[in-house]
């Protein structure tokens, strides 16, 4: 809900971004979710990486679904057009966004539900697309927004606040989309904000569809002990498989990496996405490693964080189609329109 | 006039085939070549949901007087299909002919005595002519036509430059099929008394017209809107249209020099997806529709109703075929009117168009566009099958090159000066519509989409008083509708009459004819075909002036007379159902007699 | 009766909190409490969609008469929400009373004269009570109880006992509570001349009622009628449909030795999966059901129009709520009438029940399988949330311990032998209903289910003729259907009156009201309470027998009044509709005033 | 389509198998597909493994959504209930099916767009709940019955008939399905006939969703050359990760073969599975394995086919439900109603 008016107070000596703006020039309106929710960890954030990459807001799109999760594009950058669609509708409504607007960063916000339930279909083509955008899931494991049921995330073994545990596979979003063919997939923790921030600025300056799963603990439907969503489930089993650096095309790569250790990713506008590896023999560039990176830690039950896979040659839907590079909606009429000789000419074979 | 002038240039030419053998371009060639004889044409396919080896057929219409509805009879059937030869050779009208391939004994038990059979051992001469094996099977096909231009004294030289014109490409394949070609129409006039009492005679009918589909009209009416998004997910009877944007896309918008597309087609993962790629484009400013059937228009429910509540322009294209659920999807019907006036859940009704023919389907794309635009709603263009899908000969296309599409009320940065605040839906005009903003242009223009309960200003509001006042002024944009869809085409009979007729969409043919033969009768009939949805003044004022008013229409449950009788007050009981629903093309008698029965039921009564 | 008199019994009380503070349960002892004191007693809540942290109101009506719907007035405001304050001031009907938490100063700038407002410092009283600070703040929630006990003299024995009743698992939050609430009571009693002349009094007006809320009603009913698979995809305000079913099952449904379940419910992925396992399991035999509410039933309109013309049974619960699209999930309206009548693509209709309170939700929730079973079709079972998730006084549920599920024309193996031949959509009856097989009985029953075109055999057809018969055997069906559903409720008038009421659902409550007023004034009506779509001769009766009909209904488009439209001749002029469609439940007033406008109108006219 | 009435020669000396049926009785209606098309090779392996399983018609259910492929169910065990639901929805409809009738056998037909695009959510959860039937996606890249379109499971590079090539990434629904928690995942080829029919009979023993990818051939919108899903690319590419062999409880396991390069999973009611591995470290029981494997093949530009993942010990719906063991559509109704003294007890607590 947007109704509360929130009070921005201009402190003296707060840092402006290379637009002159205030960070707080990146905030939305006052959230209404429960004190706690992981969701706004996340918001906050994005508010950070939003400001850090002096995006100027009128050039964001922020989408979503329905749920809690999806109620996060009201709660930054309020300078920005905002579609809450319906339910697991999400990644329809940016495709067809940005098919009109390729110039706009969509960002994306999801739930376990709106995306691995109602919306698995549209998660998976949004990928198989590679659609130009960052797309968030804020997975909690549970539907929190009617009252905390299962989510398809849920883990065998996590056990619902009333007590029954879930006996069913969960849908991993980071296993599946690489192996739908992700270009670029991560998974962070709404706790750890540095990573967090890192990874979204990588999405968005990555050319193509950026997925991030991050674990978001719903504190009031299952942030309980038994639950592999919770704060402190999340702290212990979390190990981070890459630490990633975010590092745009202005500045120098500094810091200094032991070979084997790293890998530098450089994206088609210069800049870089710097990977620390824990594991030298996991390549994130490769699927075939990511998958069994991913699911040997699974078995383990580890929850390895970071950018896990990465491909930022495969073409995004604009490249495939091959699409004016102005965006469709700035096209004048007459640009459009064959006129009325073309048509007379065309008539000819209709005879 | 005579019995036999009376069958030159009125009949119907109905060929039997099996699907997937390419009989469809030797069918083509006999409907273009009568065309440009200069005689009003229409052909139709019954085809099967198969790809190959299951029974289609091709029925052509030839009518001097430019009746272009289905005639409902047969006067030379082509039967190549042994499967269904039975079943054809019942379909042919008495002192009609039936030509078959006599290479093989037709069934022995089959006999007609009111109908003349004509063997031409088709197979045969294909077999002593050809070597190739493949040749032999295709060229059967051909060699129909041979025979059937020398029965129909259809003529040989335009036969000859069709041919030439279609394989253009390779004029090789030209001589091989003229050889076909003349295999059938030498046995025919060897063996028969050529040209038939039912034949072709060149005439000048089709002056400023064009042979055209519905579906290909609608994608190069959408092409000439300015559309720049397509989204859909393939289904019959729409794909057509699709493939028709593209193609004429592929003509038009690519860029000269860097051959950079001025468009973008995204073929959907279903429906739900491709209608919400139809709101996000349109959501940025940039024209956007998807074609679909039935099924697809069921599927995307939930977004139309979002669309109607946040006030999002944008096209649906609904190909009607036989409902309900999967139905005769190669049938045609008119059956989703009622599910497309009030999709979705809550309190919804959106505007439809109906064009009749495919010159009214290209030119009512672009107003389709235009409407959604200026009522920020969803717009539905109802065409079908029977429009879409067969070849129909229309009046050419034109374009105004004044023309310049209504984008509605829409604001930029400089409008966005002029004002202390933007808010998006307050009603500031009277009219209902409020003012949008597009993304990517002015933070001072950023608003939040949303299905949830909103105020005036566009903020979220569970408030009574707040959420009521927004759906009261959806009612005056409804109203504002009403003036903006195309009015209804009323034609009056030459005496006075207190007999109505409304019809609309591809019942239309089948009402022009069946007035005539009303009148012929001593019936006078006024008609009204309506053109869009909600209803203007005219329709009241036409329903008001009529004892009886006949609505005539391919569904079975009468859906636009429902419309009548919602939208309207003090008619309801003056309304008599037509209705066709078999899945075939409404035919003239079943309206005249329709409208006779009642009539003579009323004298009963 | 005295001024005084007047107010006993006979008033609202209304708390307003912030949601997720365990209000709920305080709210819930004083509604108990006063049902018990023999008081009939109605509780609203007006919750938001949220789940922690915004305004939350819950409405409690008192009224000697019976009469239970919303008032549409406060007597008593109890304004524990400091975010909502003014506005609930505002609220207080003249000559009322509010409480408030005195520990802080409330604004000074909002005042009224023409109430009594009443300070107690409930925080303050718990914060030097109790010790515990989460104590501190929960109790506060239940001093308010005692507070209000004292003021509206509500017995605190009973209080008492409900606490026990509530802590039975843990007693020792009992006396916590008890001292809560006696903070709140003695400083009433205290500081004001306690009770209020605006108080209650015991009574025996509950004598063989219950409270109980819609959706628990639906749950319970569908495991008394047998249904084994309950799927679903959780949304508001449907979601504690299948809480209840599962609950009841839990408590019914497990074997006593093995603790094996008796039923099976799916969490569907979304309601489209929902409606498909619905259609499954009823295929095979067993009975299912999926409650939801308006955008599950516009995501289930493919399937629903494959289940009619397939003519699968399936059972479709909406717990209406506001629309159009995400609307207002927690509030309440009756807008998707129209949609489930005709729901899905092609020529389609649909059974529709519709219980006005939770007696009838459950009475009708058994009646909903019998239905689809027998005619093997889609029935629509339309509750909304007022009905579903308000906590309603009516007559004890009742059960006949003869009764037997009416499965409809099923055929097993012993019938297969007595036949020639098993089809699956040959009329035998004459009432348009088939015989079905199971699958896993036997080959001889084999069939194909399709929802392409198919003939009286179930065959695969893309005939005319076939294709026809099918669609307008289900015509005969639906005639059928007519008398199978529940009749309307009829109630007369004393006097003779050419006035009619036509409701349905939760807009019962009112209009009852409403005629006594209406009666009071002068102006006799008739009342029909519509139980069933489609329409028996009762309706059509009804509406010839009055000059104007007033349709009273929660949406803006009078939806049921466009389906009194639709389905009767000569009658549509006469309909008048009575709409109110803002998110809170309809009142009397809204009834009383529309009605007398009219008259007046009418006179002036 | 079904109206033609198929012959049924009833040669002499035919095999009968244990119920005393013949081949032709496991057989259906007349094909209508294309000449050649790789559906009906498939339609000829049910017919075999069924009747060699001996599975009485009455016990089984077909069912399907809406493609060529769709039509399949027609045309085998006539004796058998059909059910052609809508596009994309076949899982669901078995779910309730099995629901309410768990001693069904379910075999689900549908097609790669079937269930890769509009049906990919059901897909999906149909996998989750380890739903007991065979699943059969008989997969040739495009939609054979609108005429040709890619499907998503198009690869890369694959060119349709025109001559465009594909550049989304294909979704692979042996690896995505794996990656989602798939108990039972299959590769063939509507050309292996032995292969087919072997998996065929042990996915319709395994007790969980058996998920058969089989790639089919459409040969006439997607066989010609360029294209990767023609007969000719697949039998070039094709490899067999396993060979499978079903062994009812019955008869003995009597072919020796080397430790190590074999698995021999044993099913709860008795039978085994017996895995001839072609490659030694690969291990069809592992999820990190087995993606591994399918991954790096696939880099390869190889189709790894035969049993490629099992895990025979993940519950399936109605052990997870705990539902009763007697089909739920066999309870009287006096074994499911409580009665009228029951619900005026209940009613005590609601005054
Ligand atoms: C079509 C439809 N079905 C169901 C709902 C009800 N609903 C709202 S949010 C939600 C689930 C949200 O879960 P998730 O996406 O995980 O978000 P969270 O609240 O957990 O952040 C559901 C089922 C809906 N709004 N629309
Ligand atoms: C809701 C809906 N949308 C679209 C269609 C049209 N349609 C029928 S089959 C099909 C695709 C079939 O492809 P696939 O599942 O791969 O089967 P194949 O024909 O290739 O065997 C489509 C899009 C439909 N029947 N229903
Ligand atoms: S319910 Fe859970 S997900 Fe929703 S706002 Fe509260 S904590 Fe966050
Ligand atoms: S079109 Fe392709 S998939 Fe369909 S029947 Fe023919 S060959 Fe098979
Ligand atoms: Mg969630
Ligand atoms: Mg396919």
Redesign the interface.
């Known amino acids: 809900m947007t109704y509360i008016a929130k009070p921005k107070i201009n402190l003296p000596g707060q840092k402006r971004n290379a637009l002159g703006l205030l960070q707080r020039d990146y905030e939305g309106s006052l959230s209404t979710l429960c004190a706690g929710c992981g969701h706004d960890s996340i918001t906050a954030a994005l508010v950070q990486a939003l400001w850090e990459l002096a995006i100027a807001p009128e050039k964001l799109v922020k989408l979503s679904g329905i749920g809690c999760s999806s109620k996060t594009p009201a709660y930054f950058v309020s300078g920005a057009h905002g579609f809450n669609s319906v339910h697991g509708r999400m990644p329809s409504v940016a495709t067809g966004a940005h098919a009109g607007n390729r110039d706009l960063i969509c960002i994306g916000v999801s739930g376990d539900g709106d995306s691995l339930s109602i919306g698995f279909g549209q998660f998976g083509h949004a990928i198989r697309r590679n659609l130009n955008m960052l797309y968030l899931i804020e997975n909690n494991g549970v539907y929190g927004l009617t009252k905390g049921q299962f989510s398809a995330s849920a883990d065998p073994g996590s056990t619902a606040r009333k007590g029954a545990a879930n006996q069913m596979q969960s849908i991993n979003p980071v296993a599946t989309a690489i192996a739908m063919g992700a270009s670029f997939v991560g998974r962070s923790f709404s706790g750890d904000r540095d990573q967090l921030v890192a990874l979204i600025k990588a999405g968005i300056a990555h050319p193509g569809c950026a997925l991030l799963d991050v674990i978001s603990p719903c504190v009031t439907f299952n942030d309980h002990v038994g639950s592999t969503k919770s704060y402190a489930y999340t702290r212990e089993h979390k190990h981070e498989a890459t630490a990633t650096d975010y590092v745009p095309l202005a500045s120098e790569i500094t810091t200094q990496y032991a070979a084997g250790e790293v890998v530098s990713v450089q994206l088609h506008d210069g800049s870089h996405i710097v990977l620390k590896k824990a594991d030298a023999d996991f390549d994130p560039t490769k699927r075939s490693s990511a998958l069994r990176y991913i699911e040997k830690h699974r078995d383990r039950g580890e929850i390895p964080t970071g950018l896990l896979f990465i491909d930022e040659h495969w073409p995004e839907m604009h490249a495939i189609a091959g699409t004016a590079k102005r965006p469709l909606k700035e096209f004048a009429f007459e640009e459009l329109n064959p006129g009325r000789e073309a048509l007379e000419r065309l008539q000819r074979s209709m005879r | 006039m005579s019995a036999t002038q009376s069958r030159v240039n009125d009949f119907v030419l109905k060929i039997a085939t099996v699907n ?1 053998t390419g009989s469809a371009s030797a069918n083509g060639m006999l409907m273009k070549a009568l ?2 004889m200069g005689i009003p044409v229409a052909g139709k396919n019954m085809f ?7 029974p289609t057929w091709y029925e052509i219409r030839a009518n001097r007087d430019g009746y272009m509805s289905r005639a409902g009879r047969v006067d030379i059937m082509v039967a190549m299909n042994a499967q269904t030869y039975k079943k054809d050779l019942a379909e042919v009208s008495p002192g009609g002919f039936l030509v078959y391939d006599s290479t093989w004994p037709r069934e022995r038990d089959l006999k007609r005595d009111d109908i003349t059979v004509l063997g031409v051992p088709l197979s045969k001469l294909c077999n002593e002519h050809f070597s190739v094996a493949r040749l032999r099977i295709l060229m059967k096909n051909v060699a129909y036509v041979g025979a059937v231009a020398a029965l129909l004294d259809i003529d040989l030289d335009i036969v000859r430059t069709l041919l030439e014109e279609s394989f253009a490409a390779k004029p090789k394949l030209v001589e091989g099929n003229l050889q076909a070609i003349m295999l059938g129409y030498d046995y025919a006039r060897e063996n028969f008394t050529c040209p038939l009492p039912v034949r072709a005679e060149a005439m000048n009918g ?1 002056a400023g ?4 589909d519905g579906n290909a009209a609608i994608g ?1 009416g959408c ?2 809107a ?1 559309a ?2 397509g ?1 859909w ?4 009877p729409s ?1 057509s249209v699709m493939d028709a944007f593209t193609h004429y896309c592929e ?3 690519h ?1 000269p020099e ?29 024209r ?1 529709f998807t074609p679909t059937s ?2 697809g ?3 995307m ?3 139309i ?2 669309a ?3 006030e999002i322009p944008s096209v649906f294209v609904d190909i009607q075929r ?10 045609t ?1 008119q ?2 009117v ?2 497309c006036a ?1 999709a ?6 959106h505007p439809m168009l109906f064009p009749a023919n495919p010159a009214e389907c290209f030119d009512l794309s672009v107003k389709a566009f235009d409407l959604a635009e200026r009522l920020q709603t969803p717009v539905f263009l109802l065409s079908d099958l029977d429009i879409g899908m067969n070849d129909w000969r229309v009046p ?6 004044s023309y ?2 209504d984008r509605g009320k829409v604001l930029g940065p400089a409008d966005l000066d002029k004002m202390e605040k933007f808010v998006r839906y307050t009603d500031t005009d009277g009219d209902g519509i409020t003012y949008r ?7 001072r ?9 909103h105020n005036s200003k566009g ?4 408030d ?2 707040e ?2 006042e927004v ?2 002024r959806l ?1 005056v944009k409804w109203d504002t509708a009403k003036k903006l869809v195309p009015p209804a085409v009323i034609s009056r009979a030459k005496k006075p009459t207190r007999l109505g007729i409304v019809a609309y969409g591809s019942s239309d043919g089948a009402v022009v004819e069946a007035r005539d033969k009303l009148m012929a009768q001593g019936i006078p009939t006024n008609y009204l075909r309506l053109r869009g949805f909600p209803f203007g003044a005219e329709v009241l004022d036409f329903l008001h002036q009529h004892d009886t008013v006949f609505v005539v229409e391919q ?3 009468g ?1 636009m007379k ?1 419309l009548l ?2 939208e309207t ?2 008619v ?2 003056k309304l008599v159902s037509i209705l066709h ?4 093309p409404i035919p003239a008698a079943c309206v005249v007699d329709g409208i006779s029965q009642h009539l003579a039921s009323e004298v009963a009564a």
Chains 1, 4 share one sequence.
């Not at chain 2, 036989?322 to 049938?331: A, E, H, I, K, Q």
């Open positions: 997937g065309f440009r099967p949901s198969n790809i190959q080896g299951l089709n017209q064009i042979l055209i190069l092409v000439y300015g720049t998004v989204a997910y393939p289904i019959t794909t003509v038009f918008r860029d860097t051959g950079e597309k001025r468009y973008c087609i995204v073929q959907a993962e279903d429906e739900l997806a491709a209608a919400g790629i139809v709101l996000g484009a349109n959501w940025v400013g940039a956007a039935g099924p228009i069921s599927l429910s939930e977004f109703g979002f109607y509540y946040a036989v409902g309900p659920s999967t139905g005769m999807p190669t049938r019907q059956c989703d009622m599910l009030y979705s859940h809550g309190d919804t009704r050419e296309l034109s374009w105004d090159n310049r599409p903003t597009l993304p990517g242009e002015d933070p223009g950023a608003y939040f989409v949303r299905g949830s309960g903020v979220y509001t569970e009574a008083v959420y009521q759906m009261e009612l569904n079975r449950d859906q429902s009788k919602l007050n003090n309801a009981d629903f078999n899945g075939l």
